[in-house]
């Protein structure tokens, strides 16, 4: 069966899952950490290569100071908590994001954090936080127009924050919703879109198993017709 060799996800519907259940939405931002940490290991047991999670956008940035104060903490505990087991299993975290706008400490732990799993070469986790397509896409922009010389392709994607790393191949947006919110605009230009209703604490592996086959049976033209 053809895995996705880059899988890309929008964890949405957090707050809705425990809005459902009469909790605090940082009930489920923190369910939904424990899916995150379970999606992705069944992932890259599944053979995918590059796991991409957008945990928090520029726009999240304006929520609430008492839901991101939550959030923050809950990033706070999985660099405490994970990053040995990442090591272990031989994955290399990388963050993308503007790091400026996150508190000092978490990009702090962030560093440490890609340092220390950079020997891995089993997989990557690309953990998108303070992460904005457009204002990534523009800083390329403003970096080539320094630069002064016209570029390809392969030179503009060199300048982005996913450099080095294959354009997605699958992404998954959890929540209902049908949109891309400002995630990967460049990268995802050929990229399978598939959208589950469920809730993000309520995808289960078995779902993600689901969403695999169907991209197994999908069609990739980019573009051109069948010889
Ligand atoms: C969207 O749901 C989810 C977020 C803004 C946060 C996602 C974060 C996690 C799953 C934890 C990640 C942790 C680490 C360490 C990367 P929402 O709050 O917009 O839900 P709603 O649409 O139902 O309100």
Redesign the pocket.
């Known amino acids: 069966m053809d895995i996705p060799r880059h899988l890309a996800i929008i964890?949405?519907?957090?707050?809705?899952?425990a809005?459902k259940r009469l909790l605090p939405?940082s009930a489920?931002?923190r369910e939904?950490?424990r899916?995150?940490i379970s999606l992705s290991e069944h992932a890259f047991d599944r053979g995918v290569e590059y796991v991409t999670?957008y945990?928090?956008?520029t726009e999240?940035l304006s929520r609430p100071k008492e839901e991101l104060d939550g959030?923050f903490s809950?990033?706070r505990k999985?660099f405490a908590e994970n990053i040995e087991r990442l090591k272990k299993k031989g994955i290399k975290l990388k963050v993308i994001g503007d790091t400026a706008l996150l508190p000092p400490d978490i990009a702090a732990l962030s560093r440490e954090g890609e340092n220390g799993t950079a020997g891995g070469e089993k997989g990557t986790l690309v953990?998108a936080?303070g992460y904005g397509a457009r204002q990534e896409i523009l800083a390329a922009v403003n970096a080539a127009v320094r630069a002064g010389k016209e570029l390809s392709q392969e030179d503009f994607s060199a300048l982005l924050s996913t450099a080095g790393i294959p354009d997605p191949d699958f992404l998954i947006r959890t929540?209902k919703e049908k949109r891309l919110s400002n995630f990967l605009l460049w990268q995802a230009a050929y990229t399978e879109l598939y959208f589950s209703d469920k809730?993000?604490p309520s995808f289960t592996n078995a779902d993600l198993d689901r969403a695999f086959e169907n991209y197994a049976a999908r069609d990739r033209r980019y573009g051109k017709v069948e010889p």
């Open positions: 964890m949405d519907g957090n707050g809705r899952w809005k939405r489920g931002h939904g950490l899916r995150m999670l945990a928090l956008s999240n959030l809950l990033f999985y953990l936080i929540g809730l993000f």
